[in-house]
């Protein structure tokens, strides 16, 4: 199996923009072990409802939360609600984006590397193509103009890892207090093959959130249906 970066295309021929924020997020916050202030970017969970919980209006805007004990408290009063296993860094964002939306789209849009929203009939023709573990958590964007499309956001869990050997010596173990990964991304990134996902064509890798990667099966779906708005470049594997 080969497998994809996918990212935001340089040349872009629809105008779309979002202009938004999503419904909850966790803290950044300090770590008292690697003395790191930090936020993640990029790890977010649009089909997760924190609206059940206490602590939600809080969650509402980000902060800094100093107290990284207060910080662990929130992540796992959130940890029922995402899925089995993900880490919940400082900064994972929840629920739908908020905000508002203008231009063209195509059925694909990546306004972030790390961000991939696509129309619903989009979705629903990957899903008749047989492409594994792809949800759509739905937006809350308005649109000023008439005949909006209906944009949903994919949730990205993150699965595969980088390669040790293409990780500068002394970072690819993180820390153990936080979980932060301090090290820039590669120039010639290599996957570690017994890392990747079996059961997924679509995921982030767990030690470098902001690179989504697609499998063959998800690439070759996304040439033979034309969904051709996202940059895809192969990895290697060892």
Same mark, same amino acid.
């Given at each position: 199996? $080969?497998?994809?970066?996918?990212?935001?295309?340089?040349?872009?021929?629809?105008?779309?923009? %979002?202009?938004?924020?999503?419904?909850?997020?966790?803290?950044?916050?300090?770590?008292?072990?690697? #003395? &790191?202030?930090?936020?993640?970017?990029?790890?977010?969970?649009?089909? $997760?409802?924190?609206?059940?919980?206490?602590?939600?209006?809080?969650?509402?805007?980000?902060?800094?939360?100093? #107290?990284?004990?207060?910080?662990?408290?929130?992540?796992?009063? %959130?940890?029922?609600?995402? *899925?089995?296993?993900? *880490?919940?860094?400082? /900064? $994972?964002?929840?629920?739908?984006?908020?905000?508002? &939306?203008?231009?063209?789209?195509?059925?694909? =849009?990546?306004?972030? &590397?790390?961000?991939? !929203?696509?129309?619903?009939?989009? !979705?629903?023709?990957?899903?008749?193509? /047989?492409?594994?573990?792809?949800?759509?958590?739905?937006?809350?964007?308005?649109?000023?103009?008439?005949?909006?499309?209906?944009?949903?956001?994919?949730?990205?869990?993150?699965?595969?890892?980088?390669?040790? +050997?293409?990780?500068?010596?002394?970072?690819?173990? *993180?820390?153990?207090?936080?979980?932060?990964? /301090?090290?820039?991304?590669?120039?010639? *990134?290599?996957? +570690?093959?017994?890392?990747?996902?079996?059961?997924?064509?679509? =995921?982030?890798?767990?030690?470098?959130?902001?690179?989504?990667? &697609?499998?063959?099966?998800? %690439?070759?779906?996304?040439?033979?249906?034309?969904?051709?708005?996202?940059?895809?470049?192969?990895?290697?594997?060892?």
């Amino acid at each position: 199996m $080969t497998f994809y970066r996918l990212d935001s295309p340089e040349d872009w021929s629809c105008t779309g923009e %979002v202009n938004a924020n999503y419904k909850w997020g966790l803290p950044g916050t300090h770590c008292p072990e690697c #003395d &790191a202030t930090w936020s993640s970017a990029s790890d977010s969970y649009p089909c $997760t409802d924190l609206s059940g919980l206490p602590e939600a209006k809080k969650l509402e805007e980000p902060y800094l939360e100093e #107290d990284f004990e207060e910080f662990v408290r929130l992540r796992e009063l %959130v940890r029922p609600l995402v *899925p089995a296993g993900v *880490p919940l860094w400082p /900064g $994972t964002k929840f629920g739908p984006l908020v905000g508002s &939306a203008r231009g063209t789209f195509g059925q694909l =849009f990546m306004p972030y &590397a790390w961000r991939l !929203l696509i129309r619903r009939e989009a !979705l629903e023709q990957l899903h008749a193509e /047989g492409i594994r573990g792809l949800e759509g958590g739905r937006t809350q964007l308005r649109f000023r103009q008439r005949q909006a499309p209906e944009l949903l956001e994919l949730q990205i869990e993150p699965h595969g890892l980088l390669h040790r +050997d293409c990780i500068p010596p002394g970072k690819a173990v *993180p820390c153990g207090r936080c979980g932060r990964h /301090g090290f820039s991304f590669p120039d010639k *990134p290599i996957l +570690d093959r017994a890392s990747l996902p079996e059961h997924l064509d679509l =995921f982030r890798l767990a030690n470098f959130t902001t690179v989504i990667v &697609a499998s063959e099966r998800l %690439v070759e779906a996304i040439h033979r249906l034309g969904f051709e708005e996202v940059s895809i470049r192969e990895l290697h594997l060892r």
